[in-house]
């Protein structure tokens, strides 16, 4: 069950961060509210992930799985750019966090 709420917190970090982008200083009321509502949902999900993890495993799985669906998200939308080393290295980044997992 851990590592469900792991999973989820993750992907509820990558929507804080994409929802913080369009807050436009917190002057949009739709994306703050994502933005709250999505950031308390990440950290009470690490923080009941963290009840059976180790707290480095959970922490890096959780930015792991944020950071690579931000990236990803951006690049698809064409607010990032897209080339061949910068998807070698996400891949790389979401087989660290796999790796992470099967250590366990």
């Not at 690490?46 to 495993?57: D, K, N, S």
């Amino acid at each position: 069950m851990s590592w469900l709420f792991l999973v989820v917190s993750g992907v509820l970090e990558a929507v804080w961060a994409l929802a913080l982008g369009r807050t436009e200083g917190f002057t949009r009321v739709v994306p703050s509210i994502v933005f709250g509502v999505a950031l308390i949902g990440s950290l009470v999900g690490l923080a009941m992930a963290m009840r059976t993890l180790p707290i480095g495993t959970a922490y890096a799985v959780w930015v792991g799985i944020g950071a690579a669906l931000t990236v990803g998200y951006s690049m698809m939308a064409g607010e990032e750019s897209i080339s061949p080393v910068r998807v070698l290295l996400i891949v790389a980044l979401v087989g660290c966090v796999v790796g992470l997992k099967l250590t366990h």
